[in-house]
């Protein structure tokens, strides 16, 4: 079969897939950005038990790898009485691992805000949090922008580790279309094709949003 | 001059450590509506850290401050008054990410809850006391230092604050740009605002200042109108650092 043979035949299979690997890769990201600020917030602001516990966290989710934590919460829970589908188990492994590493990254940008923001915030009456809110994120998030970009296509590839508990995404798909025409190296390379064009279409989005936040007079600074 | 007028900042026997180091060792000072008082003194005397005492930015150890009635230091809602002491900080500290005219106005809106048109319209015309209304859509980073100060004491001004504290707001700018901040400061104290400044700058505290206070060791060593501190100090010391002082003058001072 020539490769464009191949295309025509799989197309709709991988196109399915690539419809739950966005899925994953979104719902995941979001989630994962909730618990990113969230720790984030706690481990830089928050009172010792919440810094302690984030930190732990944190350390945790980022020490151990990503395919046992998806084989603790799809085969682990089940005894516990906690039986998940597929894309919700994989959804929920991504969300927390993404949301550990987002944390990171938010933590640096928070970090990396002169504490001179804050003191001014304060000191015209504002309260920390206000001082948080309206000062220092505006800030921190234009600051994350690229780690994060980093950070989602990351996810996006590693979302074909849901195959492996059998959710139907693009890597699911691909072994599926392979398993029937025998055509692996040109199968794959389609998939591998889909995702590569994914991934350049979303680093030109976040990089038009950073550009577009960008703060004018730091042109050179950065 | 002011001796009748009611006295804004009362601090009462402040101290302040910060480990083994023993920074502010009891210091009371007053200062009455309209005056402008000048803290002088070599570096690590604990200037500063008397300015950030009295918004709570660094919480004293022990004393007692006031801002008219209320106790600064007891209070457990210290933002409310913050609002009313205005601070100028030696790096401008203006938030990089807003426009000069949405610093002016973010404590407006945030903190006093004003809508955002007459927010605006304030920070405009604080903006125009500072000489900056045609930059008001300029960022900070597309300002010059004594521009970025200007933003920043309009800042100040915009909370209409019983009194403004600068800590040495001229001591980050090249020296040609030092004189459009001390104009407007000069231009504050004639309008009859209540000012305490940490400065160095001798020709400013001569034509303005009420009182000039030398610190020395965390306490306070003199205090008087400037003419007589400059002409006849009664501490040898005090003589000492202003005569060394005036041997940098148009110099930066030391911090």
Not at chain 1, 56 to 77: D, H, K, N, S, W
Not at chain 2, 105 to 112: A, E, F, Q, R
Not at chain 2, 184 to 190: E, G, I, R, W, Y
Request: proline letters at 5%; aromatic letters at 10%.
């Amino acid at each position: 079969m020539t490769f464009w043979q191949v295309i025509q035949q799989s197309w709709s299979p991988m196109l399915d897939g690539l419809q739950v690997t966005m899925q994953l890769t979104l719902l995941s990201i979001v989630f994962g950005l909730a618990l990113g600020l969230f720790l984030a917030l706690g481990k830089v602001y928050g009172w010792k038990p919440l810094r302690w516990f984030c930190t732990a966290f944190i350390e945790i989710i980022r020490g151990t790898p990503l395919l046992v934590q998806i084989f603790i919460i799809y085969f682990g829970l089940p005894p516990y009485g906690i039986r998940l589908s597929p894309l919700e188990a994989a959804v929920i492994a991504f969300s927390i691992n993404s949301g550990a590493y987002q944390a990171e990254y938010l933590r640096g940008a928070i970090q990396s805000i002169p504490s001179g923001q804050m003191q001014a915030a304060l000191s015209m009456g504002m309260t920390p949090w206000q001082g948080v809110i309206s000062i220092i994120m505006p800030q921190a998030l234009r600051r994350v922008i690229p780690p994060w970009t980093n950070e989602f296509i990351y996810l996006l590839k590693y979302t074909s580790l849901a195959y492996i508990i059998g959710t139907p995404e693009l890597m699911a798909q691909a072994r599926f279309v392979a398993s029937r025409n025998y055509e692996y190296f040109q199968t794959y390379l389609f998939a591998a094709l889909i995702y590569l064009s994914i991934v350049l279409v979303f680093s030109e989005f976040f990089g038009w949003v950073e550009r577009k936040f960008r703060i004018p007079g730091f042109e050179f600074h950065k | 001059m002011n001796k009748e007028k009611e006295i804004v900042l009362r601090i009462e026997d402040v101290h302040k450590s910060f480990g083994e180091n023993h920074v502010l060792r009891g210091v009371s000072m007053g200062i009455r509506r309209g005056e402008t008082k000048i803290l002088i003194g070599p570096s690590g005397t604990g200037k500063s850290t008397l300015l950030t005492c009295i918004n709570m930015l660094t919480p004293p150890d022990a004393g007692k401050i006031w801002l008219l009635e209320d106790e600064i230091t007891g209070s457990k809602r210290v933002n409310l008054l913050r609002q009313k002491i205005g601070f100028v900080f030696q790096d401008f500290s203006l938030f990089n990410h807003l426009t000069a005219l949405g610093n002016v106005s973010i404590g407006l809106t945030k903190v006093k809850g004003m809508d955002r048109k007459k927010a605006r319209k304030k920070a405009l015309e604080e903006l125009k006391q500072v000489g900056l209304e045609e930059k008001a859509s300029s960022y900070p980073a597309q300002l010059s230092g004594g521009q970025k100060q200007r933003v920043a004491i309009a800042r100040a001004l915009a909370m209409d604050p019983q009194l403004i504290l600068f800590d040495e707001p001229t001591s980050a700018l090249d020296p040609e740009l030092i004189g459009e901040v001390l104009g407007v400061m000069k231009k504050l104290a004639n309008q009859g605002m209540t000012m305490l400044v940490v400065s160095h700058e001798m020709g400013f505290a001569r034509s303005v200042a009420d009182e000039v206070i030398f610190m020395e060791g965390g306490v306070i060593v003199e205090q008087g109108p400037p003419a007589q501190l400059f002409s006849s100090p009664k501490v040898e010391r005090t003589g000492q650092f202003l005569s060394r002082l005036s041997g940098l003058f148009g110099e930066e001072g030391e911090k």
